[in-house]
Nanobody, 125 residues
Framework: QMPLVESGGDLVQPGGSLRLSCVGPESTVSNYAIAWFRQSPGKGREGVGIIYRGAGGTDYAEAVNGRFAITRDNAKNAVELQMTGMKIEDTATYYC??????????????????WGQGTQVTVSS
């Protein structure tokens, strides 16, 4: 499978906002559940949230619920992660991935493929 490509990472101040983009083939972005994960140095890959195929319902990890939002833009073949009210603990490399399993939630990395290289998000004053 072709990997997804993440972009938009940057340095942002606490309380700030940032939008990440995940781009891939239309066949992947439109027809599969796509999730965002993040990984900080010395920690395992942590699930952030998911947008399901079809109607595009979403689920979020407790740590980001109410602050982050995932949307799909079919015209761009993209899934976007809008982050608001950012915290220092949101600092990580962010990845998107395709769910290859029947079980997409809770977010578990082995159930996903088409990983990209990630995009770095740093929250610091």
């Amino acid at each position: 499978q072709m990997p997804l490509v993440e972009s938009g990472g940057d340095l942002v101040q606490p309380g700030g906002s940032l939008r990440l983009s995940c781009v891939g083939p239309e066949s992947t972005v439109s027809n599969y559940a796509i999730a965002w994960f993040r990984q900080s140095p010395g920690k395992g890959r942590e699930g952030v949230g998911i947008i399901y195929r079809g109607a595009g319902g979403t689920d979020y990890a407790e740590a980001v619920n109410g602050r982050f939002a995932i949307t799909r833009d079919n015209a761009k073949n993209a899934v976007e992660l809008q982050m608001t009210g950012m915290k220092i603990e949101d600092t990580a490399t962010y990845y998107c991935a395709r769910c290859k399993s029947r079980t997409c939630w809770p977010l578990s990395p082995p159930n996903y493929d088409s990983w990209g290289q990630g995009t770095q998000v740093t929250v610091s004053s």
